[in-house]
Nanobody
Framework: VQLVESGGGMVQPGGSLRLSCAASGFTFSYYGMSWVRQAPGKGPEWVSTINTGGSNVYYPDSVKGRFTISRDNAKNTLYLQMNSLKPEDTALYYC??????????????????WGQGTQVTVSS
């Protein structure tokens, strides 16, 4: 089983990035998918969740209206479009998979699979 994130980098405040998560080794379309981030010195923070078919998406208030989660089950890939980025969005971003949908979970042990992360830095 692998979840491989990509697309991170450094961007100025107000900029945009699109993260991708390529899944393999399990039936991607059977799993709810989430993004979780962790900033230096802080605990993990749930960022977004999408159901198996992509029809339902969930966000915390901190990113609602700026981030968009999506998935392509034909490509076994999860995405996170991040717009209007702020310095407080700086973190290591992980994708995570779980049978069913669990909204708001940030702890690794609550997910079946977890990626290695991609760094996002928002700085001028």
């Amino acid at each position: 089983v692998q979840l491989v994130e990509s697309g991170g980098g450094m961007v100025q405040p107000g900029g945009s990035l699109r993260l991708s998560c390529a899944a393999s080794g399990f039936t991607f379309s059977y799993y709810g998918m989430s993004w979780v981030r962790q900033a230096p010195g802080k605990g993990p923070e749930w960022v977004s969740t999408i159901n198996t078919g992509g029809s339902n998406v969930y966000y915390p208030d901190s990113v609602k209206g700026r981030f968009t989660i999506s998935r392509d089950n034909a490509k076994n890939t999860l995405y996170l479009q991040m717009n209007s980025l702020k310095p407080e969005d700086t973190a290591l971003y992980y994708c995570a998979a779980r049978k069913g949908v669990l909204i708001g979970a940030s702890e690794r042990h609550k997910y079946d699979y977890w990626g290695q992360g991609t760094q996002v830095t928002v700085s001028s």
